[in-house]
């Protein structure tokens, strides 16, 4: 591309899109296309934006994003969708270059990529190069729990939590998805290529941002599924692997919170094993990924405006 990229973010006033422009709005590699504050649901101002731009954010609602797609009509117009609606779409690539060489290629070529969700994130960062490596076998009945902050709902969820006369409860963590039927679950199965839908508990926390997503390994010892992860991610530079057994006794899943990385971390004794995937719900978890993936398509570096 011999021109200053131009990129517009539809949805720009949500919670990842925010994050994606401020991560954006300091770069002089790439020329950000603004719509005017009036005009934000302007359906014919965004299809003039959405064909202008080389690359477009969708930080939508699933049903919104399924339409501005529709409204493109630019054959070089390249797409990343921050919502679940092109996740397990044909024709969409799955944007978490760290699965494999050929995935990052997929990225780095395609047209329509679907960025991954917060939760999906770590539960197929772990579980991925485990089925795929055959440590584990597809249809092994797995189970996670994925702890997060309250920033992945969004404003309205925000607003309720800092809102200073909130619900007294909301000292606590509370247990969502009890229908065990998770907007994250089609990704999750089938990314990771496993017969059955894992059985997953989310668990929302009081505090911004960061999130601890663990898989449950009965049967399997911790060495072996270390050593398979640290093989898998060497020399990545946003996931990495930590030291068997980690470096603390607990983990917090804000320490993270305001970085683009993530860090796998196994734990347990003899044949049980737990695997931890610790970063940013907003990060790595979102619109970091976003970028990531962005620069890959673009041509620029990987990690472009990701590490300190």
Same mark, same amino acid.
């Not at 401020?22 to 014919?44: A, C, M, N, Q």
């Not at 797995?142 to 007294?168: N, Q, V």
């Not at 060495?223 to 991610?233: M, S, V």
């Not at 983990?251 to 695997?275: C, F, H, M, P, R």
């Given at each position: 591309?011999?021109?200053? %990229? ?13 994050? !994606? ?37 969708? #930080? ?8 501005? &797609? ?31 060489? @050929?995935?990052?290629?997929? /990225?780095? #070529?395609?047209?329509?990529? @679907? ?27 797995? @189970? #996670? ?17 800092? @809102?200073?006369?909130?619900? %007294? ?8 998805? +009890?229908? +065990?039927?998770?907007?994250? +679950? ?5 990314? #990771? ?7 997953? &508990?989310? /668990? ?46 607990? /983990? ?12 796998? !971390? ?41 590490? %300190?």
């Amino acid at each position: 591309m011999n021109h200053k %990229p131009k990129i517009y973010i539809d949805g720009k006033e949500g919670t990842t899109g925010l994050q !994606i422009y401020d991560r954006l709005g300091g770069r002089s590699d790439i020329g950000l296309l603004l719509i005017d504050e009036g005009k934000r649901k302007d359906t014919e101002e965004r299809r003039r934006l959405l064909n202008a731009a080389d690359l477009v954010f969708l #930080c939508l609602p699933d049903a919104a994003a399924v339409e501005a &797609v529709a409204l493109i009509d630019n054959p070089e117009t390249r797409v990343i969708d921050a919502s679940t609606a092109h996740r397990t779409a044909p024709g969409w690539d799955y944007g978490f270059a760290e699965l494999s060489p @050929a995935r990052r290629e997929a /990225i780095a #070529c395609s047209k329509r990529v @679907a960025n991954p969700g917060c939760h999906a994130s770590g539960f197929i960062s772990s579980v991925y190069p485990l089925v795929q490596g055959g440590i584990v076998p597809a249809d092994f009945m797995f @189970a #996670c729990s994925s702890l997060t902050g309250y920033t992945g709902g969004g404003k309205k969820l925000i607003a309720e939590y800092e @809102a200073p006369g909130r619900d %007294p409860r909301h000292v606590s963590h509370r247990i969502y998805g +009890l229908a +065990l039927q998770h907007k994250h +679950l089609p990704e999750m199965q089938h990314v #990771c290529g496993l017969k059955n839908a894992p059985v997953f &508990v989310p /668990i929302l926390g009081d505090f911004p941002q960061g999130m601890a997503t663990t898989v449950f390994l009965p049967g399997y010892e911790p060495e072996r599924i270390h050593e398979a992860l640290t093989k898998h991610y060497e020399g990545q530079k946003l996931v990495s692997v930590a030291p068997l057994g980690y470096t603390e006794p607990v /983990i917090y899943a804000s320490t993270k919170a305001g970085k683009n990385d993530l860090e796998l !971390i196994v734990t347990g004794t003899g044949k049980q094993t737990i695997v931890t995937a610790l970063f940013d719900n907003l990060g790595k978890g979102a619109s970091g990924a976003a970028v990531q993936n962005m620069n890959l398509m673009l041509g620029f570096e990987e990690t472009t405006g990701l590490l %300190p």
